[in-house]
C-alpha cells in the first residue's frame, strides 16, 4: 500500500510538472515572459529566439538598463512589450540599447530621470552589433533631463539600417543635445531608408544655446554620404530649442507630410544634397521667431508646403535662400545649386529671404535654381522679399502675389518677370485655405495632417507645457510675520497670494518659488501693501518656478547689510527649467542698505523665456536692476530671450538699469530681443563699482526697440553689434546732460534722437 501510495504521489507531481511547463511554453507562445525585475530580464534575454516576446510587469522600474539584442525575422520577430500600456514606468538613471535583426520595442515610459549613458534609445547594442530591420513604436519618453542644462545627451540615436521609429510621445527635453538623432557614423549606417513616422515632437523650450534641434539626420562630417532617410506625418509643436527645428546634415533625405506647429526655427537643409520637402504644414499663428524653410547646397527641392503666420526674419524666415563659401569646408556653408522651390502656398508670412547670410566668407551667391509657381499672400505686409545679394542665378517664373506686395528687386531694379500680381480668394476647410484659381499650389488635400490627435500613443496624456499665471485657486493673506511665505509654502501652480492689507508685509524667510506663483495686492485698497524683508534675497526663483509680482511697494529699509542684496534671485544651480518674471505696477525704493542691492540678480545656467515689467518705478537703489551678463563665455549662450521694459522710471540707481550679454559668433540662437518703451533713466550708473560705467550695456543682442525714451545726467548707452545682422533702433529718444550712445560698430538706427 505505501509503494502504491508513493507511485501514485510521484505519478500526481509528474503530471503537475509537464503541466506547468505545458502552461509556461504556451504563455511564452502567446503572451510574453512576463518578467518582474532585471534578473529575470536578462535571463529572459540571454536565449531569444524568432517569435519570442518578453514582458515587463507593470511597476516603476528604477536605474534599469535593458540591453534587448537577438536575430529575429520578419514573419518572426522578437518583442520588447509592457503588461499594460501607460502602467510601465522607467525612472532614474534607466535606458535601452537595441541590437541584431527584427527587434521591436514598444509601450516603455521613460520620466523622472535621466540616461548616465549618452542615450535613452539607442538603435545599437554596442559598436559592434547596430540594429537593422528593428522597430521602436509607442514609447514615451517625457521631461527626462539631467539637472545641468549644458550636460549633453541624446533622447533617440538611431543607427543601422531600415530601422522604424513611429507613434511616439516625445516632450520636455530641456539641457543640450539633439531630440532624435539619425548617426551616420560608419558604411554599415548609411543609405540606412531609416523610417521615422507619425511621432508627437513636443515643447522643447528655447536653450539659448546651439544644440537644441529636435532632429537631425546626420553631420557635417558624413554630410556627403547617402542616409535616405523618410521623415513623415510627424507633428512638431512648439519645438523651440534654437534655430533648426530639424537639420538635414547628408542627401537623399525625404520630410513630407509633417506638421510644425507653432514652433520657432526651421525645417533646415544644413548639409548634404537632394533632399527632397514636400507637403509640409507650417501653422504658426504669428508666433514670434518662428519660421519655414531653409535652403543650402546642392539640388534641392521643396515643393507643395503650407506656409501661414510665419513671422522670423533673416536665418529663420519663411523661405530663406542661403549665399555659400566658396569652395567651402564641410562644416560650413555650401553654395545653393540646381534646386526648385515650386508649388507652394505662403499665406501672411513677413520674410522670404534670398541671398540670406551675404557677407565677405559667404559671397557665393545661389546658381542654376528655379522659384516657379508659389503663391504669396499677404495684404498687410509690402515688403515680403528681401535680397541680401545678387540674385540673378534664380529664375523666378509664373510666382502668384498679392497685389500690394513689391516684387524682388535685384541690384536695386525689381524683377519684371516671374511673378503676376493678382487678388486671391480663397476657400477654406478644416483651417486650410486654398486659392480658388489655383487649387492645386499646396499640399496634397487627399493626405491627412498630422496633428494632436493622430500622433504619438493614445493611451498617455499630452500635457499642456506652456508657463501659465493665475490658473489656480486665490489664496487671502492679511497681515502677519511671514504671511506669504507660508502662503507659499502652501501653494500649488498656478495659484494667486492675494494681499488684502494696506501697510507693511514682513518677510524674515527667504521665498522659494518653487512652481509658477502670483503675488498681488487685492483690488480697491487705498494704499497698497508693502514688503520688506532682512534676508540677502526676498524671493528666490527654484528649477521649476516662475513669478508674477503686482501692484507692491518694496522696500529695502530692513534689510541686514548683506552684500549683494536682492529682491528677486534665481537659484545659484543650474536651472534645467526656463522661467518667466513679470513685473506689474511696482515700486522699488531703498534698496541701499550696502553698495551693491540689487532688484533681480542672475546665475549662471539660468534662463528666462521672457522677463516682463512695465508701469514700475526704481529709485534710490545702489546696485543694479537688471543684470543678465553671467553668460560670458562667448558661445552664443545668454539669461533671457525677451526682456520687456515698458512705462517705467529709473531714478538714482548706482548700477546699470539694464545689462544684456550675448557673446561669441553662434548663429543658431535667436536672442536676447529687448523691446524698451516709454522709460525714463535720471541720474542712473555712476558708481564706480559699476564695471560698465553705463547706463545700458547691450553686448550682443539680436533685436532692440528701443523708443519714447529719456535719459538725464546719466551714464553712456553701451552697445557691442555681433552675430550677423542685429536690428537695433533708437527712435523718439532724448538725451539731456547725458553721456551718447557709443557703439562697437555703426549698424543701428537713430530716428529722432536729440542731445541737450
Known sequence: MRVYISISIILLFSACAQLNISTITEEKKLDGTLVNNIEEYKAAVSNLKPGDKIVLANGTWTDTELKFYGKGTAEQP??????????????????????????????????????????????????????????????????????????????VEIYGKNNRFDHNYLVGKRNRGVTLAVRLKTEADRENYHQIDH???????????????????????????????????????????????????SCQNTFRNNTFYESQGTLTMRHGNETLVENNYFFANRKANTGGIRIINESQTVRNNYLQGITGHRFRGTL???????????????????????????????????????????????IDTK????????????DVFTVYDDISGIEFEENVVSPNI?????KGKELEKGFTAKTIKFIEKDGVKRSKSHPNIGPDQSKPIPGRENTGVSWYPKKDYQIRFGTGKVIEVPHGENAIFNAVKKSKPGDIIRLTESGNYFEGKAITIPHTITIEAAPN???????????????????????????????????????????????????????????RNCDFNDLDVNHSFNVLKVYKNTFADS???????????????????????????????????????????????????????????FGPILDLHNTSFDNVGHDKRNKYQAT????????????????????????????????????????????DIVSNDDAFQQINVTRE
Request: net charge negative; glycine share 8%.
Open 78 to 155: 522578437i518583442i520588447l512589450s509592457v503588461q499594460e500600456k501607460g502602467k510601465v514606468f522607467l525612472e532614474g538613471q534607466s535606458n535601452i540599447r537595441i541590437g541584431g535583426e527584427y527587434m521591436h520595442v514598444e509601450g516603455l515610459v521613460f520620466r523622472n530621470g535621466h540616461t548616465p549613458s549618452g542615450s535613452v534609445i539607442a538603435f545599437r547594442k554596442d559598436k559592434e552589433m547596430l540594429c537593422n530591420n528593428c522597430r521602436v513604436t509607442e514609447c514615451v519618453i517625457e521631461d527626462y533631463n539631467p539637472s545641468e542644462r549644458f550636460d549633453s545627451d541624446y533622447w
Open 199 to 249: 511621432n508627437y515632437f513636443g515643447y522643447r523650450p528655447i536653450l539659448g544655446s546651439n544644440g537644441g534641434e529636435t532632429l537631425r539626420v546626420g553631420t557635417s562630417h558624413y554630410s556627403l554620404s547617402n542616409s535616405n532617410t523618410i521623415v513623415e506625418y510627424n507633428y512638431f509643436e512648439h519645438c523651440n530649442g534654437e534655430l533648426e527645428i530639424i537639420s538635414s546634415k
Open 320 to 366: 530663406v535662400v542661403m549665399n555659400g563659401v566658396p569652395n567651402s569646408p564641410l562644416n560650413r556653408y555650401f553654395q545653393v545649386k540646381n534646386s526648385e522651390t515650386s508649388n507652394n502656398l505662403i499665406i501672411d508670412c513677413d520674410h522670404i529671404q534670398l541671398c540670406a547670410g551675404s557677407d565677405e566668407e559667404r559671397s557665393a551667391t545661389p
Open 371 to 382: 522659384i516657379t509657381s508659389n503663391i504669396f499672400y499677404n495684404t498687410k505686409k509690402d
Open 406 to 410: 513689391a516684387f524682388p528687386k535685384n
Open 525 to 583: 485698497l487705498t494704499k497698497r501693501p508693502e514688503i520688506t524683508f532682512e534676508r540677502t534675497s526676498l524671493f528666490n526663483l527654484e528649477n521649476g518656478g516662475s513669478l508674477t509680482l503686482e501692484g507692491i511697494n518694496f522696500s529695502g529699509r530692513n534689510c541686514g547689510d548683506y552684500s549683494g542684496n536682492s529682491i528677486v534671485c534665481t537659484s545659484r544651480y543650474s536651472m534645467i527649467n526656463n522661467y518667466k518674471l513679470m513685473i
Open 611 to 669: 522677463i516682463l515689467v512695465e508701469n514700475c518705478r526704481f529709485n534710490n537703489i545702489t546696485g543694479h536692476v537688471f543684470n543678465l551678463d553671467k553668460e560670458i563665455d562667448d558661445r552664443g549662450i545668454y539669461n533671457v530671450e525677451n526682456m520687456v521694459i515698458r512705462d517705467c522710471t529709473f531714478k538714482d540707481i548706482g548700477g546699470v538699469a539694464l545689462s544684456l550679454y550675448r557673446g561669441g559668433r553662434d548663429e543658431s540662437t
Open 696 to 739: 545700458m550695456n547691450l553686448h550682443g543682442v539680436q533685436i532692440a526697440d528701443m523708443r519714447k525714451l529719456e535719459f538725464k545726467d546719466s551714464k553712456k548707452i553701451n552697445l557691442h553689434l555681433i552675430v550677423g545682422e542685429p536690428i537695433i533702433e533708437f527712435r523718439d529718444v532724448l538725451l539731456k546732460n547725458n553721456e
